[in-house]
T-cell receptor, first 113, second 112 residues
Framework: DGGITQSPKYLFRKEGQNVTLSCEQN?????MYWYRQDPGQGLRLIYY???????QKGDIAEGYSVSREKKESFPLTVTSAQKNPTAFYLC????????????FGSGTRLTVV | DQQVKQNSPSLSVQEGRISILNCDYT??????FLWYKKYPAEGPTFLIS???IKDKNEDGRFTVFLNKSAKHLSLHIVPSQPGDSAVYFC???????????WGAGTKLIIKP
């Protein structure tokens, strides 16, 4: 079955450490996105990539980094510079025109301890 | 500055009745609107969408209405079922960049 796989589902990190969240898709989608969800808030865009080897900052990119070396993969690194990293992180991809909607992974819950 | 607003954090509806979820937007450049449904600890799933050239779109029990002059859209679910209990997000996009702007979500609770 085609879809987006995010791993791990739950992640704990000590303050001051970098951590990388995985996102893999086998949908052959060109565009991929990383969102952050906090309680009572909508999804906020961290980074997005329209094609391989290219990515753009979203609304809240500070303290995060990404890479897009392969079409299928779009990992997100949460660096120690991110002040409030505890959140639910969602990866998404888009096939084409926006009317087809975004396909989301099941998310990663990151907790900083 | 919230461009997409869902002013009701939660809504409780009796099973079998109509659920109406509302969404307001401020940016007149938005020309496409989508509704997503989200269960806890899962990613959102696409539900229904509407283009700004239409004022209504139906898909089974789900209907979305768009009032461009009021910058308002609503999602109607008829009849409401227990499996509809979830958080519903409204999102808007301008075809200039295809980025989705999201509302904060409304938690729908269907009571038996």
């Amino acid at each position: 079955d085609g879809g987006i796989t995010q791993s791990p589902k739950y992640l704990f990190r000590k303050e001051g450490q970098n951590v990388t969240l995985s996102c893999e898709q086998n949908l052959n989608h060109d565009a991929m996105y990383w969102y952050r969800q906090d309680p009572g808030q909508g999804l906020r865009l961290i980074y997005y990539s329209q094609i391989v080897n290219d990515f753009q900052k979203g609304d809240i990119a500070e303290g995060y980094s990404v890479s897009r070396e392969k079409k299928e993969s779009f990992p997100l690194t949460v660096t120690s510079a991110q002040k409030n990293p505890t959140a639910f992180y969602l990866c998404a991809s888009r096939a084409g025109p926006v009317d087809y909607g975004y396909t989301f992974g099941s998310g990663t819950r990151l907790t900083v301890v | 500055d919230q461009q997409v607003k869902q002013n009701s954090p939660s809504l409780s509806v009796q099973e079998g009745r109509i659920s109406i979820l509302n969404c307001d937007y401020t940016n007149s450049m938005f020309d496409y609107f989508l509704w997503y449904k989200k269960y806890p600890a899962e990613g959102p799933t696409f539900l229904i969408s509407i283009s700004s050239i239409k004022d209504k779109n139906e898909d089974g029990r789900f209907t979305v209405f768009l009032n461009k002059s009021a910058k308002h859209l609503s999602l109607h679910i008829v009849p409401s079922q227990p499996g509809d209990s979830a958080v519903y997000f409204c999102a808007a996009s301008a075809r200039s960049n295809y980025q989705l702007i999201w509302g904060a979500g409304t938690k729908l609770i269907i009571k038996p």
